[in-house]
């Protein structure tokens, strides 16, 4: 339950706001005699609950996806708050630099914060390509003039 309102925190809030929007303006008289509430707020709540929950086993999806790929020596790609220059995105690979999985988070001693599995994604180093093309028989086609 933890794990959820940390990842869906933001949206959850976003989410009662719209449900207030939708109560406060479907109950005004000037709004279907001010019963249109009653077809406003579930229609909201069911969109936000789906958008919340697919968003959520999506996310959790790539975190395993991430934590696999990491905890079997591949590289992975995170976001970097810390930095809103050029490079905002970090290239954490378990042979460089320390880097270790500790929970959901990325650790390294030459870091002072960590980097959350969730603002993840698997890497694939440009040198690599053509094996993983190979690996899952894809064909590169050839440009189209």
Known sequence: MM????????????GLF???AALFVGTRPFVGN????KKTVPFVGITMLGFIMAHYFFTTSRMADVKDRFNNGGAVICESKAVRKVAQSIIIDP?????MLVGDEFHSPKYERGFHS???LEYIYPSEVKKFMDKHNIKQEAPSK
Not at 3 to 14: A, D, R
Not at 95 to 99: A, R, V
């Open 118 to 120: 969730a603002r993840c």
């Open 95 to 99: 042979n460089k630099q320390g880097w």
């Open 34 to 37: 001010g019963q249109a509430w």
């Open 18 to 20: 719209a449900m207030g």
């Open 3 to 14: 794990n959820f309102l940390e990842l869906e925190g933001g949206y959850l809030v976003i």
